[in-house]
Each structure stands twice: as structure tokens, then as C-alpha cells.
């Protein structure tokens, strides 16, 4: 499940947006969401549901990135409320375990998914930090589903995955943490992800609204 909103100028990337401008903003938010959907993959080994925000933007984003995903609203109030619906959702159409990634991290190696749909087979729940302090990635077998790590906690803070963790823990969970990764929310993270660009060439579209949009 990927987590996104509908690309509108001024509604994503608000903090990048600062610095780099409305417009620029919002075109590199799409190169981020097509570069998470292509790391995804479309092949049918794995199904793909786009999760958006408002509910209803459907036609828009469907128009956009096209018939190969599975699209449904994001339902519920605040963002732990809708990731917890997602969940529930996914279990209820009858898969067994389920993924939920945002798209801060582009250029986020495909292995990483990998590892975490392997760690599923043997643990309740699996969480991919960021170094602010959140995560990237959150998963569940359908017998380790716990909605308590949705509630109550303290949104785009650094205290998010500390929490997360230690609910997992107290309820008996058994988790297993990926690697920690940088995730792009500002000018200093979108710099940072531009010396990696370099380096290992991944994130094709966002690499192309950097050259034509250089920092």
C-alpha cells in the first residue's frame, strides 16, 4: 500500500516548498511517487494499491499514474486513523500480510521491500525507521496486526517510531527493524538525496526533475 496525496500545487511537500517553491515542489513529489511505484514494480508479483488522500481524488490520481494499481481512499481522520483502516482493509479483502510505504524515499532500494516482505513470514510486524525519528515503512502479518501503535501518537515527531517500537514490544509482537534511511522532507534532506543520486543512479524520475530543477 502506498500512502500519497493528490499532486496539487501548495498541499504536498509544503516544507520542501519553502525553499524550493510551490511548483517545484510539487514536481518533484510526483517523481517521488513514481519512483516508489517503480521500485514496487508492476509485474503481478506483488499487488500494488494506491491509497490516497482526499478520498476523493480517485479519477485524478487514477488519470495520473494509470490503470495497473489498485486504487482506494485513505478513510478516517487523522493519519493514524487511515493507516489503521488500510490495514484493516487489506486483511479483510483476505491477504495475508501487507506493507505500507509513504513516497519521502525515492530512491529507497528495491531489496528493502524485499526484506521486508520476507520478514513477514516469520515476524508479527516489521518497521523501517528514518532518521527524524518516524518510519518509512510499516508491515503486518494478518495474526501481528496491533491497531494501538495507529493511536495516540504524536505525528511528524521524532518520538514516532520510539513509541511504535515500544507498543510492539509490550504487546509480544515480534518485529523486525530494517535498515534506518533519510527520507526527503526539506532542503537539506533533498540535498542529501541528490549526493546519493550520484552515487548509486537510482529514482530515474526525480533525477530528471533535479536536472531540470538543479539546487
Known amino acids: 500500500m502506498v ?3 493528490a499532486p496539487r500545487k501548495g498541499t504536498v511537500k509544503t516544507r520542501l516548498a ?15 511517487v513514481l519512483d516508489v511505484l517503480d521500485l514496487l514494480g508492476n509485474d503481478g508479483t506483488r499487488e500494488v494499491a494506491i491509497c490516497h488522500h482526499p478520498p476523493d481524488a480517485s479519477d485524478e490520481i487514477r488519470k495520473w499514474l494509470g490503470p495497473a494499481y489498485a486504487y482506494r481512499p485513505q478513510n478516517g ?3 493514524g486513523q487511515r493507516m ?7 486483511f479483510a479483502d483476505g491477504f495475508d500480510q501487507a506493507l505500507l510505504l509513504g513516497t519521502d524515499l525515492p530512491d529507497l532500494p528495491p531489496e528493502v521491500v524485499d526484506s521486508a516482505d520476507n520478514a513477514l513470514r516469520s515476524a508479527d510486524a516489521v518497521l523501517g525507521p528514518s532518521q527524524d525519528g518516524g518510519y518509512y515503512l510499516i508491515g503486518f502479518n494478518r495474526n501481528g496486526f496491533e491497531p ?8 511528524s515527531t521524532d518520538a514516532v517510531f520510539r513509541l511504535t517500537e515500544r507498543i510492539l514490544t509490550r504487546r509480544g509482537r515480534r518485529l523486525r527493524v530494517l535498515p534506518v534511511r533519510q527520507d526527503v522532507d526539506d532542503l537539506a534532506d533533498l540535498r542529501d538525496l541528490t549526493d546519493r543520486l550520484r552515487i548509486h543512479g537510482r529514482a530515474v524520475h526525480t ?9
Open 3 to 5: 500512502f500519497l496525496k
Open 18 to 32: 519553502r525553499d524550493v517553491g510551490d511548483e517545484t515542489a510539487t514536481r518533484l513529489y510526483r517523481g517521488f
Open 207 to 215: 533525477r530528471r526533475c533535479l536536472k531540470r530543477h538543479p539546487l
Open 77 to 79: 481522520g487523522d493519519l
Open 84 to 90: 489503521c483502516a488500510a490495514f484493516r482493509e487489506a
Open 148 to 155: 494501538a501503535v495507529f493511536r495516540e501518537i504524536p505525528w
